[in-house]
Nanobody
Framework: VQLQASGGGLVQAGGSLRLSCAAS????????MGWFRQAPGKEREFVAT????????YYADSVKGRFTISRDNAKNTVYLQMNSLKPEDTAVYYC???????????????????WGQGTQVTVSS
């Protein structure tokens, strides 16, 4: 599957953004999907994931209660709603997917084998 992330931008602290990741093909419903981010000078880190089987979600502690991952299989799209944004949320956000992957714990990058190109999110203080 090919993934295309969008929705990034510049927002003030406390604001909101919704990222989208559109997938090609007709197998999206069988993909568990995730969001990762990479800030300048830092390693890429897990943000959120949603399972293909039952919609189970996992979040990084740093975004719990502020970010929500969801999916619309009819539109082949996964979303990341980001509220109460902080300057430390500034990063390039990547969507990722893996077919028939059952998420049972917060995943690592290596658990996903399809990646989008990333979208920049900048939060000003």
């Amino acid at each position: 599957v090919q993934l295309q992330a969008s929705g990034g931008g510049l927002v003030q602290a406390g604001g909101s953004l919704r990222l989208s990741c559109a997938a090609s093909g007709r197998t999206f419903s069988s993909y568990s999907m995730g969001w990762f981010r990479q800030a300048p000078g830092k390693e890429r880190e897990f943000v959120a994931t949603i399972s293909w089987t039952n919609g189970r979600t996992y979040y990084a502690d740093s975004v719990k209660g502020r970010f929500t991952i969801s999916r619309d299989n009819a539109k082949n799209t996964v979303y990341l709603q980001m509220n109460s944004l902080k300057p430390e949320d500034t990063a390039v956000y990547y969507c990722a997917g893996r077919r028939w992957y059952e998420v049972v714990a917060p995943p690592k990058q290596a658990d996903f084998n399809s990646w989008g190109q990333g979208t920049q999110v900048t939060v000003s203080s």
